[in-house]
Every structure is written in structure tokens, then in C-alpha cells.
């Protein structure tokens, strides 16, 4: 597997940061995850719009490998290079504040950031979605600031952790009786005919697939309200699902044990992953978007 | 510069983690930094009882290395090795989950945890805590879990920015108008002649200058409460200051520019100050201990 670390391409196991790395010390830094189709980014825009607001919130300025053309042509390479030009996979991207020595304050300006991308195949499962899976609640513990794609991720870690050694999928975050989010996910209901997630403010994060959603909802008449669901109110759903860049649209169907709806997936669920799906296959096969494609200017930093 | 990692011993330029270790991924990991006085540690301990309490909160599995024998041995090579056998210094020990490919939950057990240790010459501002510091106030917008010494930094960081960025030394964070603590201090008052802080609870990290001092004020015979104040009892304190491993005694004078107590240092810190800093200088005096002398069984694992 070839990476791209601050300006090169190299196999993974030889991909090392300095200890001094904030992302390593402080968890100091963004990252963000796309999907990719048959090697085409659904949603490009979306995702990188969501890194730079979180980079420039916390104050790490763009650095050059992200100019959306250089970007792209990492991606493109990563892509190419590792054979995903067909079928799905996702790509990650990290960015953390760079390395210096060891202080809270943020290092001298003119310190470069750590960029750190990588591609792998990854296809949700399909069995899962179309049987519905189990999730179990958690206290939601987290920061202030969960609108930001941050790498402050261990609330996140040791909910998913919970949820997997009680064989569930996800732990849905609840905070003062109100639900948020999952711990990579975002959570929809379905109540009295509607459906419902929690706003995007400062609790949750503003989902590019929980955008998608709202959109395709308003497309085909689906009523939908940015209103928080209750944890009572959760488990009086008619259907309950998680969505997200990894997950699509996966039905939940028991939470703590507790049946939701019919205990099957449901149809609002399956109405929407239809359009998500075909969605993201239009963007797979839309080669002439020109946005992942391999450009005249590649960065004169890679060492190829 | 001299460092550990992971069994070797290795200059610090040459020491680097897999991009994959889930201290730069996630932030996954709990980390401690002692004082050294003459090479030895001050309250070795408490700080090492606080570390394995992390540990095992955030379900780590407690490395071998870090077998109290084992650890004072690394630290040793490294006070030794770097020079610091006099004068002052600080030992910095972060442990992380490991390196595996990215899940939120944990790795399959068996991955070995992460270990990074680290010893440099240091020695609090002199000056700063006779002429008494500035400080500014933040929203605590942190995660509930502040008492574990998580790497989940980013909001210290930020907070400890603004500070340093408005001229003060440090962001004091205040939550529902309770103050709970600095960015990396406790933060104490004297109100009506009695000794304030925050209670040990899941908002504030239990410090061991924290304790020390609390100690300090009982063998003394100054009043001492574990009760928050609000953030109008410290614009009333007739003393405030801050207090930790790296800043032993700190006084504030002044909040948000606004003058606390006389504007000076006052006579509560001061005797806290002395009595620490005997503590401290007794407790690198006390070569007897043994703690960190070297023992005979360094550990097999280290690369000389």
C-alpha cells in the first residue's frame, strides 16, 4: 500500500511521523474521509469544504499539498497507484499541526503541518444493511466542538469499543436525555411520518451523508425536520438508521436490547439509500467532472 | 537528545512512529510528566499510580516496560545519558493504544502499546511567580472525562494560544460559571482567609502538585476546601494561583485584566511555595531512595 506523507509517496510501513508530531502529543489536528467509486470522490467539495472550515477553526493554516488541484493529484496517484480505479474504497486525510518541541501554544509560524493521506478498497455491507444491525446507547462525554472533524476521537473509540464487545455496530451518543450521534455516524428516525436528526450545531457533526439525506428527502417529498430526537422518543421510532461516508444508510433495528419499529428495516430507510446509492453511482461513472482526474501540474514536491 | 521508544533508546531526531499508531489517529492514549530535581523525581508515585489509573480507565493493557522497575531504569539511562543527574528537569511518559490499520475500536489484543519517554532540562520562571502572571478566562468546553491525563488536548491547546497570544500565561476554564482549572494547572483561591479548589471530580485532573498542596496547607494549619468557586468568587479571591508540575506555585494577579487581591503575590502562596519547594529540594537530596537509582536488572528489551 503507497501513502503520501508531507510530500511523498511511500509504502505504508515506511511511513513515520517524528514523536514530536501534535497529532501524536496533543491530538492537534483534522482529518476527513471520502468515498470513492469506481476511483471517482462522492461528494468531493463537500468533504474538503469541511476541512478547511475545521483547519481554519482551529488555526492550522492550508498548507499547499491541500490547494484543491495538488489535492486532487495526490488522490489521483494514491488511487492509481494502489488499483482502485474501479470498485470503492475510501480515501483518509490527516492533517495535524506539524512537529516542535513539546509546548500548548501553538509552534512558531512558518512550522509546516503534517499531511498524511492514504486510499484503501472498503464496501459497507450490504447483508447488514438490508437485515439491520444493532446499536446499544453511551453517555455522550464528548467536547463542545463535535462540529469539527478533529482527531480528539477517544470518547469516539471507547464508545465503538462498547458497542462491539456487546455485538452491536455503533453506540448512539446520548447527552441530557437527547440523542446526538453515533461515534462515526449520524442518527435518523423516523417519528409520526417524519424524519428527524439532530441540527447540525456544535453537539453533532455536519455529516456530508446526513446532508445528502436531508437533500434527497426534500427531493422526494419525504417530510424532515433538524429536530433532536429524546432517547424516549428514539424508542418509539418507526425506523431508526445510521448514515455516513462509511455506513450509507444502515437500519438499526434493536437499541439496548430494545426492539425499534418492526425490529426490520424500513421502508424511508431503504427509499433513501436507493437514491443515495444511485447518487453515488452517478458520481462513480461521471468521469468528465474532470475532479479526481490526473492534472498537468502535479506537485514538484512529490519524490515519485 | 536522547529518547525512548518502544525498547531503544534513540536520538530524539531519529525517533518516529508508524503513521498508523493511534496516538496520531485518534488521539488514543493517556501520558504523565514527573518533575526531576539532582535527577530525582519528585513524587514518583503518585504520578505513576495516576498514569496506571489511565491506563486502565481507558482499558490499555500496562506495557512491560512499564513495570515500576523497568520504568525507573528507562528513566535513569535517560537522566543520566542527557545529563541531568543535576539541577532540574522534566520526564515526559506517553503510552498509546499502538499501531494497527484504523478502527475505532481497539486493535485485537496482543498490539503492543506505544511507548515514548523523554527527559529535558527545565525550571519554572523564577521571576514570573515573584512578579505574579496574568491570566485569562475560557469557556470549559471540554470532554467529561478531565480527570483522566488523556492526550485529547486540542481544547488546552487552544486555550493555553489565547492565553499566550493575549499576553498571559495561561486560559483559566470556567464551566456553568464555575472555574474547574488551567490548561495544564489547578487553579487554588484564598476567599474570607480559606484555601479554594475544585474537587477531584471527573471535570478537573486530580494534580499531584494539587494534592501536595493540599497537604502542604493541612501540616501548616491553613484552611483548605475542595469547593468550586464561581467565577465572581475569583474576581473577589484576595489571592489566586495556579499550581502543577511545571509551574510549582504561580500567582495571578490579574484576570481578564482585571486586578486580583493586592495586584501582588500574596503571603498564602508564598508559604505554599516554600513548603513545596523544601519538599522538593528534600526529595532530590534523598539519594537513599533508590527509586531512580539504577538497578540491576535493565531491562533485556533496551538497544544500547
Redesign the interface.
Known sequence: VL?Y?NGSFLP??E??????????????GV?EVWRLIDGNAFEPEKHLARLERGLRE??IPLPDDLQAARLWNIARRLIVDNDLTSDEATL?L?V?RGAAP?????PPPGTPATV?M?AARFKPSETLRRSGAAAITQ?D?????CDLK?????????G??R???SGAIDAIFVRDGIVTEG??TSVFGVIDGVLRTHPADHHVLPGVTRAVLLQIASDLGIPSEETPMSLSELFEASELFLAGTTNDVLPITSVDDRVIGTGHPGPVADQLFQELRARMDAAGSNRDSGQLEQREDRPATVAD
Open positions: 501513502i506523507l505504508r510501513s511511513a513515520r511521523i517524528p514523536v514530536e508530531d501534535r497529532g501524536f502529543i496533543f491530538g492537534d482529518y482551529i488555526e483518509y490527516e495535524t513539546r509546548t500548548h501554544y501553538y498524511y492514504a453517555p462525554i464528548r467536547w463542545l466542538r478533529t482527531i480528539q476521537l477517544l470518547p469516539n473509540v471507547m465503538k469499543q458497542a462491539v464487545a461515534t462515526h
